[in-house]
């Protein structure tokens, strides 16, 4: 038995260094083709015009490779949503083959229960557990999952009224408990019970619930409706350019109709059903242990849980209605630990499900954020050597129309935030440097991956939580 875990052991690792080595070498080779083009074309045509504008046909390759590009993200994206065309039945509405939906349940009104599973969270759950009274529609049940809580987590919850389940013995963070939680509850639920699991750090827009329940009703094709996220209101640069990170990621869930990449933990509703079939299909079709509906082994158990449902042919959204408020890192440190996390758990998502047109288009981000991380140093350090070298620095018309025309795009993009948002995206270097850092930490959490190099949670200590807030 031993020996066969090594050996499982021994072909995880061999999987994980090639999509590592998948993914390095065809970036590799993305930039190495593209840096061939500009240099052959820069042999073969005259030299740049007066104002620095590149010559005609450089501009012409660059939209042809960025033609090719936005081609390929369109077909995957119709590959990604084929698993929900082709499921028949079902399924394809998100209910399980052991609970059926009667006309019976259909009829009655949904019941909505609420999961927070907390670990040490008595600083951020009064105002969470708060936002979830002010909801226009309240839910039946709020269920506190105690964590390993060494504070008074548990007494803060009773004391608002919620029920307190106190996990048992886990190892497996967040999804271990909420795993413990669903083994309790999902036998006693049928087709109109919806689960609401979110963070013991979020709170909901008053209308959260309401929104979301009746989504569900309306539309038996939808599976879950997730929350979009806002940062808070932490004070401080690396604060601001989280939110204005967060609210780019809202509009484009909004420009794609709330077709969502992944369903965020900070808060997402699911039929119970759904939940039950992702469990019955564990250590089947779908990786993990079978009966258990997150996989104790993923560290972003949200981002797995969203693999798990899209491959079970569920349509999921996350409309830009249904807004949550979350905390934002504090210092560089623990923005590092959170986004290593996000990076890392993502990839290994990729490497346990491999290429299935439910991930398709996943694989195409992590193409795109591999090249990013190697094209934009790259372009900055040209833009920087070549006046040295060339012993003069002129400011070319050209780059400068660039440089704002990039410099809007940040600011319009990031408008949502208010005016010290649009006043920090407008500035652009910040911008830039909080690129670069988030491009190395995805080459720290490639590199993880390859190597199986275990990550921290990063969870918040109160100490944390309350500074610069």
């Not at 936002?131 to 309240?138: K, V």
């Not at 990039?406 to 652009?428: D, H, P, V, Y």
Request: aromatic share 6%; charged share 15%; with cysteine.
């Amino acid at each position: 038995m031993q020996s066969a875990q090594h050996s499982g052991d021994g072909s995880h690792l061999h999987n994980r260094l090639v999509t590592g080595a998948v993914i390095v070498g065809i970036t590799v080779m993305s930039v190495g083709v593209v840096s061939l083009l500009a240099w052959l074309l820069s042999r073969s045509i005259p030299s740049a015009s007066p104002w620095g504008a590149p010559p005609p046909a450089l501009f012409i390759a660059a939209l042809v490779v960025l033609g090719t590009v936005l081609i390929g993200a369109g077909v995957l994206e119709a590959v990604s949503l084929l698993p929900h065309v082709r499921r028949p039945g079902d399924l394809a509405r998100g209910r399980s083959q052991h609970t059926p939906t009667t006309a019976l349940t259909r009829s009655l009104p949904p019941r909505i229960t609420v999961l927070i599973p907390a670990h040490n969270e008595e600083s951020s759950l009064p105002a969470t557990l708060a936002a979830l009274q002010e909801q226009s529609q309240q839910p039946d049940r709020v269920v506190v999952i105690a964590d390993n809580c060494v504070d008074k987590t548990a007494e803060i919850a009773r004391r608002a009224g919620c029920s307190v389940l106190t996990s048992q013995n886990n190892r497996a963070r967040k999804a271990g408990a909420l795993n413990q939680a669903l083994a309790r509850l999902l036998p006693g639920f049928d087709g109109r019970d919806l689960i609401l699991v979110m963070d013991a750090d979020t709170r909901l827009s008053p209308d959260f619930i309401r929104e979301a329940a009746g989504i569900l009703a309306q539309d038996s094709e939808i599976s879950a409706v997730g929350g979009v996220f806002e940062g808070d209101a932490r004070r401080g640069i690396l604060a601001q350019l989280q939110r204005n990170e967060f609210a780019r990621y809202a509009r484009q869930l909004q420009s794609r109709r709330g077709r969502v990449f992944v369903l965020t933990g900070t808060a997402t509703v699911f039929r119970a059903t759904t939940l039950e079939e992702v469990a019955s299909c564990r250590g089947g079709v779908l990786p993990g242990q079978r009966g258990k509906t997150y996989a104790e082994s993923a560290i972003t158990e949200d981002n797995e849980l969203t693999f798990a449902m899209k491959s079970l042919g569920c349509y999921v959204i996350s409309p830009h209605w249904c807004r949550v408020t979350t905390e934002t890192m504090p210092t560089l440190g623990t923005l590092w630990t959170q986004r290593l996390r996000w990076q890392q758990g993502a990839l290994e998502n990729l490497n346990d499900y491999g290429m299935r047109p439910s991930t398709a288009r996943y694989w195409l981000q992590q193409w795109g954020l591999a090249y990013g991380s190697i094209a934009l140093p790259l372009s900055l350090i040209v833009l920087v050597l070549t006046p040295m070298i060339a012993g003069q620095w002129a400011l070319l018309p050209f780059w400068l129309l660039v440089t704002v025309a990039f410099s809007l795009e940040r600011g319009l993009s990031a408008w949502a935030t208010g005016w010290r948002g649009r006043a920090l995206a407008f500035s652009l270097i910040p911008e830039v440097v909080y690129s670069l850092f988030l491009q190395a930490c995805f080459v720290r959490a490639l590199s993880g991956m390859t190597t199986s190099s275990d990550m921290s949670w990063g969870h918040l200590t109160s100490a944390q939580a309350e500074a610069g807030a």
